[in-house]
């Protein structure tokens, strides 16, 4: 484990990712079907922003227990997976080192990064738990 291992060695490649306009019940189901909780957010191939659980939960959160069906339709009617996202993204090239990761990611600001190959498109995404993961087998 070296400060100049690159950034690949921790990267995601294999991406679920959405389009910007999908619909946002589209993307709470996703993500509660599957074990991550942050999505790309595209435009064509261009990555525009990231959505993750927490984003969701926010405008979802019902003590008591709406079901799933009439939290799509809210989600639907109401919002939109641009208004939810967040479009400050955070990126780095895929020549970027894994202490440029630990870098942004120790900021505790957010929980993603996306990785962008030479022409700005997506080539994949490291979080906090890959960062995590990279360094437990370090030791």
């Not at 009439?70 to 479009?87: K, W």
Request: no cysteine; proline share 4%; glycine share 6%.
């Amino acid at each position: 484990m070296k400060r100049s291992d690159p950034i690949t060695t921790i990267t995601t490649t294999d991406v679920m990712k959405v389009h910007v306009g999908q619909k946002l019940s589209a993307v709470a189901e996703l993500l509660r079907e599957n074990a991550f909780r942050h999505v790309p957010v595209m435009d064509g191939e261009r990555p525009v922003g990231m959505i993750s659980a927490t984003d969701i939960f926010k405008i979802v959160y019902d003590p008591d227990g709406t079901d799933e069906r009439m939290t799509a339709a809210i989600l639907d009617h109401e919002h939109s997976i641009s208004s939810v996202m967040s479009s400050d993204l955070k990126v780095l090239p895929r020549s970027a080192t894994v202490h440029d990761a630990a870098t942004m990611l120790s900021s505790g600001e957010f929980g993603a990064i996306v990785v962008v190959d030479d022409d700005g498109k997506l080539a994949g995404v490291v979080t906090t738990v890959d960062l995590i993961r990279y360094l437990r087998d370090g030791l």
